[in-house]
Every structure is written in structure tokens, then in C-alpha cells.
T-cell receptor
Framework: GAVVSQHPSWVICKSGTSVKIECRSLDFQATTMFWYRQFPKQSLMLMAT???????TYEQGVEKDKFLINHASLTLSTLTVTSAHPEDSSFYIC???WGEGEQYFGPGTRLTVT | GIQVEQSPPDLILQEGANSTLRCNFSDSVNNLQWFHQNPWGQLINLFY???GTKQNGRLSATTVATERYSLLYISSSQTTDSGVYFC?????????????FGKGTTLSVSS
């Protein structure tokens, strides 16, 4: 199957700082990338959808000024958590898709804000 | 928006047992995927199945789109099958379409 990577796999940052997470599709070109968030023992919640070359579309309740998403190429999307606070601590997972095909997921990034 | 319900929420099995996981969805969908989330959080694609039946080793899945449900069968379960199984359906959103997840079934297989 297709491979999606994320970096870093885990990060600890201080409250008020910003953190950038990278998501790459390694062996296919992703016309659409997605960012999900997962709290412990819960399901994945879609945060935003990003089509290559376009601005990201955020789900209701997701602050677009806090979670900055860039999808500059067909293989790379980034999520920047700005001015992070402890309540932003979570497991962030990206996924990628070509056209309307199967969606593939990265291994996730565990963010802890102290 | 579309609702995705999975049952049962938790399942405990002895090694070697068979199981059936169910996914109901509230509206017609263009596609459906099943995933296994391992203990490290990685989502592993199991099936991409808008309709019909597919099999992969000890796992098989059936989707009956007209009746809005899908089933995942696990036969001769092994301890390595433990984890959370998610069903996700492709639903329309403002940017096009995206996968919307059910709450998952947590499977524990003991030896």
C-alpha cells in the first residue's frame, strides 16, 4: 500500500510556543491531504481538508488561526499549532489521497504542551 | 452530517475464536474503509469496500450499501489482532469529500 510519513513522531513544547508537523506522501502524489486529531480512547476527528494549491477548509469549531495548514506540493502538507496551550495536547494524524481514491494515514504525532 | 455507528464497542475473545464487527451509517455513501489502529496509533488499511465482499487472509468484509451497513469478519483470531477497529465512510464536506470515522470497536484477544 501507499506510504505516508509524519515528522516528528512526538514533540514536547512549552505553552505559548509554536510547533510544526510535516506530512509527506512518499510513493504517490496526494491531491488532497487531511488532518485529524485523536484524544485518548476516542475516535479520529477531522480538523481540515487541504487540496494542493488551495487554502485549507476547516471543520466547524476548528480555529484556523491556531492550526495553520499548508499544502504547497503534491507530496507535502504541514500543520503548525500556533501559541500552543496544554489543551492542544493530542495525537495528530495526517492522511493523503489521490483523487477520490483510498485514503492512507501517517503514523501520527503525539504533541504534549507543558 | 452523516452518522457512523459501530458495534460492539468492546469485544473480548479467546485466541482462535471468530468475530463479527458491524458498522451502520445514516446516509448513502460513495465509499467505506475499515482500519485497524495498532497500539502505537498507526492506522492500517484493511479494506476499501464501497459494496460487495472482499477477503484478505483471515479477514473479510461485506458492505451492503443499499441497507447502509458493513461487516468485518475476523476468523481464528490471534493476539496480534488486538487493537481498535474503525469503520470510516466517505462523506461530502465543504472541500469535497473526506473520511468520517465511527467510534471504533476495541478488540482484546487473549491466549
Amino acid at each position: 500500500g501507499a506510504v505516508v510519513s509524519q515528522h516528528p513522531s512526538w514533540v514536547i513544547c512549552k505553552s505559548g510556543t509554536s510547533v510544526k508537523i510535516e506530512c509527506r506522501s512518499l510513493d504517490f502524489q496526494a491531491t488532497t491531504m487531511f488532518w485529524y486529531r485523536q484524544f485518548p480512547k476516542q475516535s479520529l476527528m477531522l480538523m481540515a481538508t487541504s487540496n494542493e494549491g488551495s487554502k485549507a477548509t476547516y471543520e466547524q469549531g476548528v480555529e484556523k488561526d491556531k492550526f495553520l495548514i499548508n499544502h504547497a506540493s503534491l507530496t507535502l502538507s504541514t500543520l503548525t499549532v500556533t501559541s500552543a496551550h496544554p489543551e492542544d495536547s493530542s495525537f495528530y494524524i495526517c492522511s493523503a489521497r489521490w483523487g477520490e481514491g483510498e485514503q492512507y494515514f501517517g503514523p501520527g504525532t503525539r504533541l504534549t504542551v507543558t | 452530517g452523516i452518522q457512523v455507528e459501530q458495534s460492539p464497542p468492546d469485544l473480548i475473545l479467546q485466541e482462535g475464536a471468530n468475530s463479527t464487527l458491524r458498522c451502520n451509517f445514516s446516509d448513502s455513501v460513495n465509499n467505506l474503509q475499515w482500519f485497524h489502529q495498532n497500539p502505537w496509533g498507526q492506522l492500517i488499511n484493511l479494506f476499501y469496500i464501497p459494496s460487495g465482499t472482499k477477503q484478505n487472509g483471515r479477514l473479510s468484509a461485506t458492505t451492503v450499501a443499499t441497507e447502509r451497513y458493513s461487516l468485518l469478519y475476523i476468523s481464528s483470531s490471534q493476539t496480534t489482532d488486538s487493537g481498535v477497529y474503525f469503520c470510516a465512510v466517505v462523506a461530502a464536506n465543504q472541500a469535497g469529500t473526506a473520511l468520517i470515522f465511527g467510534k471504533g470497536t476495541t478488540l482484546s484477544v487473549s491466549s
